[in-house]
């Protein structure tokens, strides 16, 4: 089992940026890829962007990349999410998410276990 716990979301303008950390407990951190997904009230949750185990590939939707960077500390068991720039329709409920595969996927299938998310909301 991993245990995911989200935090660092909130309230932020239009053009802000927020960091959301992901802390992650259990089996050993490094042996998982993460993924970050998000849900937006009224729609189906969607894939945000992935980083290999090792930190060393990352992959984003189309609709994040550029703006948005994920990065891992193995040592701290711990996953980020940077989103800069950020925009009203970035606002959603966000999920971190653990895979042991290293096939990159976007499937929320995929993902072997799940935090319970951290709300984003962006004003205009």
């Known amino acids: 089992q991993v245990q995911l716990v989200e935090s660092g979301g909130g309230l932020v303008q239009a053009g802000g940026s927020l960091r959301l950390s992901c802390a992650a407990s259990?089996?050993?951190?490094?042996?998982?890829?993460m993924g970050w997904f998000r849900q937006a009230p009224g729609k189906e949750r969607e894939f945000v962007g992935r980083?290999?185990?090792?930190?060393?590939?990352?992959y984003y939707a189309d609709s994040t990349k550029g703006r948005f960077t994920i990065s891992r500390d193995n040592a701290k068991n711990t996953v980020y999410l940077q989103m800069n720039s950020l925009k009203p329709e970035d606002t959603a409920v966000y999920y971190c998410?653990?895979?042991?595969?290293?096939?990159?996927?976007?499937?929320?299938?995929?993902?072997?276990?799940w935090g319970q998310g951290t709300q984003v909301t962006v004003s205009s």
């Open positions: 980083i290999s185990r090792g930190g060393g590939h990352t």
């Open positions: 259990g089996r050993t951190f490094a042996n998982y890829a």
């Open positions: 998410a653990a895979d042991r595969q290293v096939v990159v996927t976007t499937r929320e299938g995929g993902y072997d276990y």
